[in-house]
Each structure stands twice: as C-alpha cells, then as structure tokens.
C-alpha cells in the first residue's frame, strides 16, 4: 500500500521478497543495501523470532523522482521462510505494492517453492491483495549448484501466468538487480492510480524510465554478499493481554510483528531526521561562514565569485551563474559556471522578453523539473532541457526589498533533480550573497566618494601651493636671471679663451707654410729667369705649404660644424673596402713622407657597416693620421672585429700604431680640443690637436664609444666601437 509521508514530503512504496527458507531472500537484501549504500547511510534493519528472521530497509539512495514534490522511495522487505511463522510472513506482506518470489533452483527444494508459492497466494488473498494486479516478478536462485532444475522445469512448474522471471546467483549478486529493475518498473506502474499519474501515459513511462536509470549503474556489481550484519535487531515480543483476554496465536504473532515493524518504522524515520540535522549543521555553518566571507569582502564581483563556489559545492551543481543588472538597465551574467552562456537569459518568454528578466520582475524563487507532473513554465522547462539539464531553480538576490541580482543553478542526470530544500537553500545563499554585494557596491560608492573628496582637497590645496610657488618664483626670479646671466658670462669667456686659443695656433701653424709661399713667391717675383730645376722646387713648395694650408682649414671646418653638437645621420650600409679607401687615400703621400707602411685587417663575411661615410671616413682619418705623424718608419694597423653587446650587432674598428705611445698620465686628456701632449718624443708637434676629439664626436653621434689605450707592445691603440642597426640603403644608383 502507497505511503504519503507529508512530513518528510516521501511516497513509500512497499516491495516485499517472499519464498521458501533458505532460498535467498536474505542474500538478495544484504546485496541490493550493500551495493546501493556502500558507506551504509541507510540501516538493514532485522526482527529476529526464535529460529528466523525479517529484514527490511529503505532504499532511500535511489534516485526514482518526484511526484508533485513528493519523492519517492522503496522500501524491501523479506519474511521468514519457515512454515512456522505464517503469521509473520502474513504481517509482513500486507500493504505490499510488489512482491519477489525467490525460488530455490535446487532439485530438493522442488516442493517447498510450491508449497511457498501456494502460501504467498494464501496470505495475499488474506490481505485484500490481488494477484493479479499486484506485481510478482520471480527469481530462480542458486543457478550456482547442483543438481539444479532447469529453468524450464521452473517456469513449468511455478509460473503459469508468464511473470517476468530472472536466473539468479544471489551470493555473486548476479541476476539480482535485473530482477530487482522489473519489480520496480511493473510496481511503480501498477500504482500510477495512486500517485494520481494513471491518466498519463508518458508519466508512468517517465517513472519506469527513471526506476531503469536509477538501477542501471549498479547492474555490473558482483561479488559475494557479506554475512548478515544487520545495523539494528529487534527482538519480536507479544503484546499486553488484558485479565481474561484471550488472543489466538496467530493475532499474537501479528500484533507483535507490526508493532515491531512500527517502531522500527520511527526508528527509521528518527535515523533520516538525524542525517537530515546533521546534513543541516554543516549547511548552517558552511552559510555562517559563507555570510563572514561575504561580509568582509569589498570587492562586489568577489562577493559573486564566492556564491557561486559555495552554492555549486553545496548543491553538487553541474552548472551555475550571477545575472545582474548593470547601471545600462541590460541584464547580464557576472559570474557562469559550467557553460558559455545562461540558458534561463538568452530564453524567450511568451512575451519575447528574457525568462531571466521576467524572473527578476516576478521577484520570487522559481523551481524548473524537465519532468515534474506540476505545472511548469513551458519556456524555461524548454532552455534547460535544450541545455542537457534536467533542473534547476532560479532565486532573485534581494535585499531592502530591492533586486540586485538573479542566482540560476542547474542539475544534470548525475544528481538527483533539485527540489524544495535546494531552493530553500539557494535561498539562502542568494539572500546572504545580496547583503554582501550591497554592501561591497556601497563600500565601492564610498571609497570613490572619498577618493573624489581627497581629490578637490588635493586640487584646492594645489592651488594653495602653486600660489605659494608662484609667489616664491617671483620673488627667485631675479635670482635665476643673475644666475643664468652669470653662467652666460662664464661660457663667453670659455668660449673666448677657445677662441684665443685657436688663434694662437692658427697663427702658429699658419706662420711656417705662409712664410713659405711668402718666399717662394718672392723668389719668383724677383728673379727674371728661374731654371727649370729651381721652379719645380719652388712649385713642390708651394703645393706642400698648401695642402698643409688646406688641411688647417678643413680641420677648423670640421671642429665648427662638429662642435655644434649631435646631428641627424643618414646611415648607409657601406662596404668596408670602400669606407677605408676613402679615409687612406689623402693620407697616402703623408704615409710615404713618414716611410709608414698601413695595413687593414677585415674579417671574411663582412660585406657592409652601417654608418654616416663621410663623417665616419673623417673620423678614421683622423685617427690614422696621427698614428702616421708618430710612428715614422713604423706601421699602422687598422683592423675591424665583430663584437656583441647585450644581444645587438657591433663593429670595432681598432687603429694600432708602432709610435712611442701615450704616457699614462696623458691618456686622460687626449680628446680635449687642441691638446697635443708632451712632444719630445715626437721631436715636434703635429697638427692643431683637434683629430681625436673630431673622432670621439663622430663616433658618439652614431651611438658607439671610443677608447685610447696603451699598446701591448709599445704605440697606442683607438678602438672605435659602432652599433650596427639594420638600415635601408640609401646610397645613390
């Protein structure tokens, strides 16, 4: 008989395994509760009677439904098989809305199945229970020994009316859950009256659907049953008789029995509220702790990060978001899990709004079954199923009665579908959830408040200190234009003692090769008639004075233009033979004077380097010329190497010369315009000293450095080190 327990909202349905002793019924429990409940949740209950027993427990770990949010569960039974208590099993088999009959396939146990049989038809009839509408589906057991009937000889001998019936091995468990799928499947639709689903075809299907689904992953377990082991044992005692009353003993017994079967009934019903309490505490402190989290959290979109964990851990959800409403109006998720995008915003309501938007309107907690018999919105039923969810539940996040957000969970096949208490609980999470996002918003209102504040402080007080500033600059002003006058004054007289400097020199370097044109002018202007030999002399004077004369010049042209400081270069990938032909070639008659030999050195591979040709070929001659006026019949050497520096391309362009060398002391002043150095090893001084310190600026205007250092071997060294970026070559056709 179904049960309607309206407090724990359950629909019992009663299934009771019947049959001769010894037969199995006890084995097929112990393997259906050890199978179902490996961390044994659920207690297998047994009332023990002198020489028998009966087990019973509720198979509350399947997932069978809902029927109009009632859930549904079974519970087993099994009576004793002895003939001796008759009564007993006639107690236990009332109320049954299916019935398994274990048969014994043993040859000697032929009988006692028929005698067996014949009594559950006896005490079915004795119960109001009709055979032929109650379900009965038969095991044929220990197919594991021998000698055995053949299972021919049992559907002969026992079922005539062609009830389902399964082979079984109900110590391995095989067999077992198949017979036990068919007695579910057949009992559940058998009482579709009395869940008020008989009207409905495809409901009564869903349920035996579900009933398949629910056993269907336990199909493949075997392995021995353990040995009885029953949680609680029950002692089956008679009732109180009156003076004078006198009961038969078959009402004994029974009495006994059910009211042993009630109170093991409460106990049942004491041990679902214990684990329901228990699972309640770590729900409420999970909550306190959720609500700390939330509370302390200043950051609104952690607030919804932390919902989301929390609701997905505590409701086992396979999916889950955050819709808000931003400050545009549109409605928008701010947290998913388990998917792209929310099933329930992008659905579509009888209006053609979003079911999302209409659930924040309808400001209430919404349950959605994909198969609940009560009425559901058909369009948010429709999203969630096209989904592959098969629940879920939408809690708008209220708080001061205003709506800030919309929490949607979702179940899939691998829970059981949300129901009333997750709703409740979600809930509550979405409620704490509210305040804390309220308050993290507000928080976020009144740090920007704040920082607004500190920022028309600061801009005030800005004002404050600029006046304060400009009142000080005025005051200073007059100070830093004495200062910047007196600096003026400084760089003029710097500039006029270069200017005297230069003069100085012009005048003595000048002063020989004009002296010498001088005279040999006059000789030419005095003497009528030169001779050939005498006018050539005078000639190679004059042309030597000259070019010594243009060398000066072009020397103080490059020290003007130079002395302007770093200009644009238009670097060019230039062939190194090219690059040093042109800074030897003027140098070629001066390298002969001074019996100088010049070798270059170029790696192999090396087809250009990136510079400006002219003032790169100024540089170099520079540099070799004052190592040709040094090192009279010597050599100089000007080599180039490759060099890395931080990962980047560099060339050096090393000039080496066998002269005297410079002396440590003078080193440190060899780029300073118009130094020369102690000349007495030169045995004269050369020039105006303005070669190295035309090399340094070059050099420098291209990004590299140069460096004066002593020879290993005597001489002195410039290495002339140059970045080589890619460039594009703009040389002409």
């Known amino acids: 008989m179904v049960q309607f327990d309206n407090q724990h909202r359950q629909i019992k349905i009663k299934i009771v395994y019947y049959g001769p002793a010894v037969g199995g019924k006890t084995t097929c429990l112990q393997h259906l509760h050890r199978v179902t409940d490996p961390q044994n949740r659920t207690k297998l209950y047994s009332l023990n009677t002198a020489t028998d027993r009966t087990l019973f427990f509720d198979l509350l770990s399947l997932n069978l439904g809902r029927i109009r949010g009632f859930r549904l569960a079974l519970q087993l039974y099994t009576v004793p098989g ?302 969630v199923d096209g989904a592959g969810f098969t629940s879920a539940l939408a809690v708008p996040m209220m708080t001061q009665e205003k709506v800030v957000g919309l929490l949607t969970a979702y179940g899939d096949n691998e829970r059981a579908d949300l129901d009333e208490d997750d709703l409740q609980l979600a809930t ?68 006029d003692e270069v200017k005297n400097e230069l003069i100085n020199r012009l005048s003595l370097d000048l002063r020989t090769p004009v002296t010498s044109l001088f005279t040999a002018a006059k000789i030419v202007r005095r003497e009528k008639e030169v001779s050939p030999e005498k006018a050539e002399r005078l000639l190679n004077i004059i042309y030597d004075e ?60 090396l087809e250009t380097i990136s510079c400006e040709p002219e003032s790169a070929e100024a540089a170099l001659r520079a540099v070799i010329k004052n190592g040709i006026e040094f090192s009279s019949g010597g050599e100089v050497k000007l080599e180039v190497r490759r060099a890395t520096y931080d990962g980047d391309p560099w060339l050096q362009l090393r000039v080496s010369d066998s002269g005297s060398g410079i002396s440590e002391e003078d080193l440190a002043h060899v780029f300073e315009a118009f130094w020369q150095g102690d000349d007495s090893n030169a045995g004269k001084r050369h020039g105006i000293g303005l070669g190295l310190t035309i090399a340094k600026r070059v050099v420098e205007n291209h990004g590299g450095t140069i460096v004066v250092e002593r020879g290993a071997s005597g001489g002195t060294e410039v290495v002339m080190s140059l970045p080589q970026e890619v460039v594009q070559d703009t040389a002409p056709a």
């Open 428 to 495: 509550v999470l979405a409620s704490t959830a509210a305040m804390g996002y309220a308050n993290a918003i507000a928080w976020r209102q009144m740090e920007d408040f704040n920082k607004g504040l500190e920022a028309k402080v600061e801009e005030r007080a800005g004002e404050l200190k600029r006046s304060l500033v400009e009142s000080r600059r005025l005051a200073t002003d007059l100070e830093e234009k004495k200062n910047l006058l007196e600096t003026a004054y400084r760089d003029l007289e710097a500039l």
């Open 82 to 383: 002895q003939v001796q208590y008759d009564a007993t099993r006639r107690t236990v088999l009332a109320g049954a809305d299916g019935v398994v009959f274990v048969a014994d396939s043993q040859v000697a146990q032929r009988e006692a199945n028929l005698e067996s049989l014949e009594n559950l038809w006896v005490n079915m009839a004795a119960n109001g229970l009709d055979q032929k509408t109650v379900p009965v589906v038969l095991q044929y057991n220990k197919r594991d020994l021998d000698p055995i009937l053949t299972v021919e000889e049992m559907e002969a001998a026992l079922n005539g009316d062609g009830r389902p019936a399964f082979p079984t091995v109900a110590i391995s468990g095989e067999g077992v859950f198949e017979a036990f799928a068919a007695i579910g499947e057949h009992t559940l639709a058998s009482v579709a009256d009395k869940l008020g689903v008989g009207t409905s075809p495809q409901a009564v299907e869903r349920l035996q659907e579900q009933m398949h689904k629910a056993v269907q992953p336990f199909m493949d377990e075997d392995g021995e049953a353990p040995p009885t082991n029953e949680d609680t044992v029950v002692t089956v005692t008679g009732p109180e008789i009156e003076a004078g009353q006198v009961l038969s003993e078959d009402l004994l017994i029974g009495e006994a029995v059910r009211a042993n079967l009630a109170i093991t009934d409460v106990t049942t019903r004491l041990d679902i509220v214990s684990r329901q309490l228990k699972r309640k505490v770590r729900v409420m402190d999970s909550i306190s702790l959720f609500g700390h989290a939330v509370s302390n959290q200043r950051d609104p979109a952690k607030v919804l990060r932390l919902l989301i964990t929390e609701a997905i851990r505590l409701l086992q959800l396979q999916g889950a978001s955050v819709i808000i409403i931003p400050g545009g109006g549109r409605v928008r998720e701010a947290v998913v899990h388990g998917f792209k995008q929310d099933p329930l915003l992008y659905a579509a309501d009888s209006t053609g709004g979003s079911v999302a938007t209409a659930l924040l309107n309808e400001r209430k907690p919404r349950l959605f079954v994909r198969e609940a018999e009560e009425e559901n919105d058909e369009a948010a039923v429709a999203a």
């Open 546 to 605: 000259g070019k010594k004369l243009m060398e000066i010049v072009q020397n103080v042209f490059q020290a003007s233009v130079i002395a302007a400081g770093a200009r644009d270069l238009e670097r060019r990938s230039v062939p190194p033979q090219d690059l040093f032909r042109n800074a030897i070639s003027p140098l070629r008659d001066l390298a002969a004077d001074h019996d100088v030999r010049i070798q270059v050195l170029i790696p192999s591979g």
